[in-house]
Protein backbone atom coordinates (compact mmCIF):
# COMPACT_ATOMS: atom_id res chain seq x y z
CA UNK A 1 0.00 0.00 0.00
CA UNK A 2 0.72 3.79 -0.45
CA UNK A 3 2.02 5.74 2.56
CA UNK A 4 -1.30 7.10 2.51
CA UNK A 5 -4.37 4.34 3.15
CA UNK A 6 -7.63 4.29 0.64
CA UNK A 7 -10.57 5.40 2.03
CA UNK A 8 -13.37 4.06 0.52
CA UNK A 9 -17.64 4.85 1.88
CA UNK A 10 -20.67 2.54 0.75
CA UNK A 11 -23.99 4.60 0.64
CA UNK A 12 -27.36 4.44 -0.58
CA UNK A 13 -30.39 4.20 0.49
CA UNK A 14 -32.13 1.42 3.42
CA UNK A 15 -32.84 -2.37 2.31
CA UNK A 16 -29.97 -1.50 -0.53
CA UNK A 17 -27.16 -4.08 0.70
CA UNK A 18 -24.29 -1.87 1.85
CA UNK A 19 -23.12 -3.63 4.41
CA UNK A 20 -23.28 -7.04 2.17
CA UNK A 21 -21.25 -5.48 0.09
CA UNK A 22 -19.42 -4.55 2.57
CA UNK A 23 -17.79 -7.43 3.78
CA UNK A 24 -17.56 -9.29 -0.15
CA UNK A 25 -15.49 -6.43 -0.93
CA UNK A 26 -13.39 -6.29 2.01
CA UNK A 27 -12.83 -10.25 1.71
CA UNK A 28 -12.04 -9.69 -1.92
CA UNK A 29 -9.05 -7.48 -0.70
CA UNK A 30 -7.91 -9.60 2.06
CA UNK A 31 -7.37 -12.18 0.06
CA UNK A 32 -5.19 -10.06 -2.39
CA UNK A 33 -3.23 -9.10 0.24
CA UNK A 34 -4.39 -5.58 1.97
CA UNK A 35 -5.06 -5.06 5.52
CA UNK A 36 -8.66 -3.53 5.75
CA UNK A 37 -10.74 -1.93 8.47
CA UNK A 38 -14.31 -2.48 8.07
CA UNK A 39 -16.51 0.47 9.80
CA UNK A 40 -19.91 1.47 10.23
CA UNK A 41 -21.69 4.96 10.51
CA UNK A 42 -23.30 5.50 13.03
CA UNK A 43 -20.67 3.98 15.17
CA UNK A 44 -17.17 2.00 14.69
CA UNK A 45 -16.50 3.35 17.75
CA UNK A 46 -17.87 2.63 21.67
CA UNK A 47 -19.12 6.21 21.97
CA UNK A 48 -20.76 6.14 18.20
CA UNK A 49 -22.44 2.43 19.17
CA UNK A 50 -24.41 4.42 22.21
CA UNK A 51 -25.35 7.14 19.60
CA UNK A 52 -26.43 4.78 17.03
CA UNK A 53 -28.71 3.09 19.35
CA UNK A 54 -30.07 6.22 20.13
CA UNK A 55 -30.30 7.55 16.64
CA UNK A 56 -32.04 4.39 15.57
CA UNK A 57 -34.09 3.58 18.26
CA UNK A 58 -38.01 3.88 17.23
CA UNK A 59 -38.76 5.68 20.54
CA UNK A 60 -37.06 8.33 20.14
CA UNK A 61 -39.46 9.60 17.67
CA UNK A 62 -39.34 13.23 19.18
CA UNK A 63 -35.55 13.56 18.31
CA UNK A 64 -35.10 17.23 16.47
CA UNK A 65 -33.93 17.31 13.21
CA UNK A 66 -30.99 19.43 13.84
CA UNK A 67 -30.17 17.09 17.20
CA UNK A 68 -30.49 14.54 14.82
CA UNK A 69 -27.76 15.99 12.45
CA UNK A 70 -25.26 17.01 15.73
CA UNK A 71 -25.34 13.26 16.54
CA UNK A 72 -24.48 11.92 13.43
CA UNK A 73 -21.74 14.37 13.33
CA UNK A 74 -20.70 13.94 16.79
CA UNK A 75 -20.13 9.90 16.43
CA UNK A 76 -18.10 10.84 13.06
CA UNK A 77 -15.57 13.10 14.43
CA UNK A 78 -14.81 10.52 17.30
CA UNK A 79 -14.84 7.78 14.61
CA UNK A 80 -12.44 9.45 12.01
CA UNK A 81 -10.08 10.75 15.39
CA UNK A 82 -10.31 6.89 16.91
CA UNK A 83 -10.35 4.63 14.02
CA UNK A 84 -9.97 6.23 10.32
CA UNK A 85 -7.01 8.62 10.49
CA UNK A 86 -5.28 6.42 12.63
CA UNK A 87 -5.67 3.54 10.13
CA UNK A 88 -4.76 5.21 6.63
CA UNK A 89 -1.64 6.66 8.36
CA UNK A 90 -0.79 2.73 8.30
CA UNK A 91 -1.47 2.52 4.65
CA UNK A 92 -4.20 0.53 5.12
CA UNK A 93 -7.18 0.09 3.95
CA UNK A 94 -10.60 1.83 5.20
CA UNK A 95 -13.79 0.81 4.32
CA UNK A 96 -16.91 2.64 5.80
CA UNK A 97 -20.97 1.79 5.63
CA UNK A 98 -22.33 5.74 5.17
CA UNK A 99 -20.30 8.93 5.79
CA UNK A 100 -20.90 12.69 5.00
CA UNK A 101 -22.86 12.20 1.96
CA UNK A 102 -25.22 10.57 4.11
CA UNK A 103 -25.79 13.37 6.15
CA UNK A 104 -26.02 15.31 3.53
CA UNK A 105 -28.62 12.70 1.94
CA UNK A 106 -31.13 11.93 4.76
CA UNK A 107 -30.30 15.10 7.38
CA UNK A 108 -30.08 17.99 3.93
CA UNK A 109 -32.47 16.42 1.50
CA UNK A 110 -34.54 14.09 3.40
CA UNK A 111 -34.97 16.54 6.66
CA UNK A 112 -34.75 19.88 4.84
CA UNK A 113 -31.71 20.92 6.79
CA UNK A 114 -29.74 23.65 5.02
CA UNK A 115 -27.28 22.16 3.00
CA UNK A 116 -24.29 24.46 3.37
CA UNK A 117 -24.29 24.05 7.10
CA UNK A 118 -24.27 20.59 6.96
CA UNK A 119 -21.20 20.61 4.50
CA UNK A 120 -19.51 23.12 7.11
CA UNK A 121 -20.53 20.66 9.81
CA UNK A 122 -18.75 17.38 7.63
CA UNK A 123 -16.02 19.76 6.97
CA UNK A 124 -15.06 20.18 10.91
CA UNK A 125 -16.75 16.76 11.78
CA UNK A 126 -13.79 15.19 9.57
CA UNK A 127 -11.23 17.50 9.63
CA UNK A 128 -11.80 17.36 5.48
CA UNK A 129 -11.30 13.83 4.58
CA UNK A 130 -12.97 12.88 1.29
CA UNK A 131 -13.21 9.56 0.19
CA UNK A 132 -10.75 8.07 -2.47
CA UNK A 133 -14.24 6.37 -3.94
CA UNK A 134 -17.99 6.33 -2.84
CA UNK A 135 -20.27 3.34 -4.02
CA UNK A 136 -23.33 4.67 -4.11
CA UNK A 137 -26.12 1.51 -4.06
CA UNK A 138 -29.06 2.75 -5.95
CA UNK A 139 -32.03 1.16 -5.24
CA UNK A 140 -36.10 2.25 -5.36
CA UNK A 141 -37.49 3.19 -1.86
CA UNK A 142 -40.76 0.50 -2.23
CA UNK A 143 -38.25 -2.39 -2.66
CA UNK A 144 -35.13 -1.19 -0.14
CA UNK A 145 -37.46 -0.77 2.75
CA UNK A 146 -39.65 -3.93 2.03
CA UNK A 147 -35.76 -5.92 1.88
CA UNK A 148 -34.61 -3.83 5.59
CA UNK A 149 -37.85 -4.25 7.76
CA UNK A 150 -38.68 -7.90 7.31
CA UNK A 151 -37.82 -7.71 11.21
CA UNK A 152 -39.42 -4.37 11.88
CA UNK A 153 -38.28 -0.91 11.03
CA UNK A 154 -36.04 1.09 13.06
CA UNK A 155 -36.82 5.29 13.45
CA UNK A 156 -35.55 5.91 10.25
CA UNK A 157 -37.20 3.17 8.66
CA UNK A 158 -40.58 3.93 9.68
CA UNK A 159 -40.08 7.55 7.92
CA UNK A 160 -42.81 7.95 5.20
CA UNK A 161 -41.99 7.15 1.42
CA UNK A 162 -41.66 10.70 0.64
CA UNK A 163 -38.87 11.10 2.97
CA UNK A 164 -37.15 8.17 1.18
CA UNK A 165 -37.68 9.36 -1.98
CA UNK A 166 -36.17 12.53 -1.27
CA UNK A 167 -33.05 10.97 0.28
CA UNK A 168 -32.87 8.85 -2.97
CA UNK A 169 -33.18 11.61 -5.12
CA UNK A 170 -30.69 13.82 -2.67
CA UNK A 171 -28.16 10.76 -3.31
CA UNK A 172 -27.98 10.58 -7.26
CA UNK A 173 -27.61 14.71 -7.09
CA UNK A 174 -24.70 14.09 -4.91
CA UNK A 175 -23.01 11.27 -7.67
CA UNK A 176 -24.09 13.54 -10.97
CA UNK A 177 -22.07 16.65 -9.20
CA UNK A 178 -19.04 14.30 -8.23
CA UNK A 179 -18.86 11.75 -11.05
CA UNK A 180 -15.21 10.75 -10.22
CA UNK A 181 -15.62 10.39 -6.95
CA UNK A 182 -18.84 8.15 -7.23
CA UNK A 183 -19.59 4.75 -8.65
CA UNK A 184 -23.33 4.59 -9.02
CA UNK A 185 -24.59 0.58 -8.90
CA UNK A 186 -28.07 -0.67 -9.39
CA UNK A 187 -28.71 -2.62 -5.98
CA UNK A 188 -31.93 -3.98 -6.99
CA UNK A 189 -30.09 -7.23 -8.53
CA UNK A 190 -29.03 -9.93 -6.83
CA UNK A 191 -26.28 -9.90 -4.29
CA UNK A 192 -23.68 -11.72 -6.88
CA UNK A 193 -24.68 -9.22 -9.48
CA UNK A 194 -24.33 -6.21 -7.31
CA UNK A 195 -20.77 -7.89 -6.07
CA UNK A 196 -19.29 -8.32 -9.51
CA UNK A 197 -20.36 -4.29 -10.39
CA UNK A 198 -18.67 -3.31 -7.23
CA UNK A 199 -15.35 -4.79 -8.30
CA UNK A 200 -15.72 -3.38 -11.30
CA UNK A 201 -16.15 -0.12 -10.08
CA UNK A 202 -13.03 -0.06 -7.51
CA UNK A 203 -10.80 -0.61 -10.03
CA UNK A 204 -11.09 3.12 -10.87
CA UNK A 205 -8.90 3.13 -8.37
CA UNK A 206 -5.38 2.34 -9.96
CA UNK A 207 -3.52 0.91 -7.34
CA UNK A 208 -6.76 -1.39 -6.46
CA UNK A 209 -6.93 -2.49 -10.94
CA UNK A 210 -3.27 -3.45 -10.23
CA UNK A 211 -3.72 -5.53 -6.92
CA UNK A 212 -7.18 -7.27 -8.57
CA UNK A 213 -5.52 -7.89 -11.50
CA UNK A 214 -3.09 -9.54 -10.00
CA UNK A 215 -5.07 -11.67 -7.79
CA UNK A 216 -6.65 -12.79 -10.83
CA UNK A 217 -4.17 -14.64 -12.67
Known amino acids: MSARGLFITFEGGEGCGKSTQLRLLADVLERAGLAVESLREPGGTRLGEIVRGALLDPDHIELDARAELLLYEASRAQLVSERIRPT ?3 GDAVLCDRFTDSTIAYQGYGRGLPLDEIASLNDTATGGLVPDLTLLLDIEPTLGLARATGGGADRLEAEDHSFHDRVRQGFLMLAADEPQRFAV ?4 R ?3 EVHAAVLYAVKRVPVLAVLLREGER
Open 190 to 192: TVD
Open 88 to 90: MVT
Open 185 to 188: IDAS
